[in-house]
């Protein structure tokens, strides 16, 4: 019963009948055309605000972000056009990296030309990765070396070594947004490859943002769960704990040491007051690559944001009292992947993030969620339901 039409979102409901999830819409749709003024209508009209009255009476209304990622498929989000860049394998890491700049992306999937298949991804993380594992076991004499001179399949055997082998996790397309962003969670990953498993293509890079970017007219059209108005603090969403905080002057080996034993995606930094300045995000190592200095670990972080296309960067941020819903948009509105916590005194005191947002909405939200083959069961029983109930033969 989902189709387009569903996303006249203001209008649709989660109903509980018996333990079983309904999705519907309440709307003048609902009501024959008939002229206002005729019995007939009245009749009809009054016999729909019965039925809403037996509703609300009767039944637990669900409306939530979960439910609704569990209506959507991964295939709703895919353009019907894009670009999607691809690295072979033998592609020499010195040429992938500069590549994600001059196109724009933070991870590509690699292609096997041998097996004709996908066999993983490279990311800004893998860079990260490259650079600490140089420093403290090749030696720092030796990063340019293995930059220069690597394959993509010859780094990836180095990295499968010390930390075992992942292979590419995908999702197919007509899976749900909700097992897409349960699985991003689960393998702490913030890209996730759209696979068509006739073809074997890869359709789409499925990430927290996109997913976000979906469902925000959802999340402030519909009527929102008395948690949405809940400080963000109080519902546990964020770091609020051992934030890791940098000083203009910090050595850059600090910061890859931290994003190569942490999944946090960014630094705030702050100034000798202790008030947050700037912010060193993991995609900022990649300038590293495109002004081939990637040996110079020792540099300071200012240094590194030198080297930034662009100088100017505002630190977004919030406060730990603002709502679940304020965050949303702010994060939503700024197109950014995190907000900086911070004080009345601009003092940072805690991170939220995308994956935290996520972590709430999907695991912490503590709502009856049910399988597919349930979720088709209970559209049967709504559509038996309400086809009873709106006969106005």
Not at 65 to 85: E, R
Not at 88 to 99: G, H, M, Q, S, T
Request: overall charge neutral; glycine content about 4%.
């Amino acid at each position: 019963m989902r189709s387009n039409s569903d996303m006249t979102l203001h209008s649709q409901r989660w109903l509980l009948i018996d333990g079983h999830l309904h999705s519907f819409s309440l709307s003048p749709r609902s009501i024959p055309n008939s002229p206002p003024q005729s019995p007939l209508y009245r009749r009809q009209a009054t016999k729909q605000a019965k039925i809403c009255e037996d509703i609300n009476e009767n039944f637990q209304l669900i409306n939530t972000p979960a439910l609704f990622l569990q209506s959507k498929k991964c295939y709703d989000l895919i353009p019907n056009s894009g670009k999607l860049v691809v690295f072979d394998k033998k592609l020499l890491v010195r040429k992938a990296f500069p590549a994600f700049i001059a196109h724009g992306t933070r991870a590509a999937p690699i292609w096997d030309s041998r097996s004709k298949s996908y066999t993983g991804m490279l990311t800004i993380t893998d860079f990260i990765t490259i650079l600490h594992h140089c420093y403290h076991k090749e030696g720092k004499q030796n990063i340019a070396n293995i930059i220069e001179n690597k394959t993509i399949e010859e780094w990836k055997v180095i990295s499968e070594r010390d930390k075992g082998a992942t292979g590419l996790i995908s999702i197919d397309p007509m899976e749900s947004l909700f097992t897409a962003a349960k699985m991003l969670l689960e393998n702490k990953i913030h890209r996730l490859p759209v696979v068509d498993p006739r073809s074997g293509n890869t359709l789409y890079i499925l990430t927290h943002k996109k997913i976000l970017n979906h469902i925000y007219p959802y999340l402030i059209e519909s009527q929102l769960d008395p948690f949405f108005d809940t400080a963000i603090q109080e519902l546990g969403v964020g770091t609020y704990s051992d934030v890791k905080q940098l000083k203009y002057d910090s050595k850059l080996i600090e910061a890859m040491q931290f994003f190569a034993k942490t999944r946090v995606s960014a630094i705030p930094i702050i100034d000798d007051e202790g008030k947050v300045v700037d912010i060193y995000a993991r995609f900022d190592v990649i300038t590293l690559a495109s002004r081939g200095r990637y040996s110079e670990m020792e540099m300071s972080i200012r240094e590194c944001l030198q080297l930034r296309s662009s100088q100017k960067v505002t630190v977004m941020t919030c406060k730990a009292t603002d709502s679940l819903i304020d965050v949303i948009k702010s994060i939503y509105s700024g197109q950014v992947h995190r907000l900086v916590v911070v004080n009345a005194s601009q003092h940072v005191v805690g991170l939220v993030s995308l994956s935290d947002l996520f972590n709430f909405l999907v695991f912490r939200s503590n709502y009856l969620l049910k399988s597919k083959s349930e979720l088709e069961e209970a559209d049967e029983a709504e559509e038996a339901y309400f086809k009873e109930q709106f006969d106005f033969g």
